[in-house]
């Protein structure tokens, strides 16, 4: 996340972003956090310019545009897309965690059976892909909430 400044309305991405899905603003965790309205900068001829909490939001190729600009320091977090790091040696590891590294041996293969017009292998591919990585999810969802049913128990 970034801090925003009082009257200033732009501020960078990160240099890796692909592209943004949601934004939120807030004074912190614990403050009111809404998420940010996407606009077009075609349709900001019509809004306000003065300061106050951003309402709004916009991007350019390398910019996130807030409007209302805000009037204070705000807490401005997004969901992003983002390039992964290059892999540009042998002992580099994809930023994944293991268990989808099945999930993606099936995709990449159901990619190169569509290059080579095998519809049928590319959709059976593609089936095997999406059960791994709802297994994975499933997984990952039992791990999180397995943190919330473990108690110390005394017995007598």
């Given at each position: 996340y970034t801090t925003t400044v009082s009257g200033t309305s732009t501020y960078d991405l990160p240099d890796n972003s692909l592209e943004v899905i949601e934004v939120y603003c807030g004074k912190d965790a614990d403050d009111d956090r809404r998420q940010l309205v996407r606009q077009d900068f075609r349709d900001w001829s019509n809004l306000d310019i003065s300061n106050g909490k951003p309402v709004y939001y916009a991007i350019d190729d390398t910019s996130i545009i807030l409007r209302p600009a805000p009037d204070d320091a705000y807490e401005l977090s997004f969901?992003?897309?983002?390039?992964?790091?290059?892999?540009?040696?042998?002992?580099?590891?994809?930023?994944?965690?293991?268990?989808?590294?099945?999930?993606?041996?099936?995709?990449?293969k159901s990619k190169a059976y569509e290059q080579i017009l095998d519809w049928n292998s590319a959709d059976a591919l593609l089936g095997r892909y999406n059960a791994s990585v709802e297994t994975a999810q499933i997984q990952e969802t039992h791990e999180a909430n397995s943190a919330y049913r473990t108690s110390t128990v005394t017995v007598y």
């Open positions: 969901l992003r897309y983002s390039l992964p790091t290059e892999l540009s040696s042998d002992s580099d590891n994809m930023p994944f965690e293991d268990r989808y590294d099945q999930a993606i041996n099936y995709y990449i």
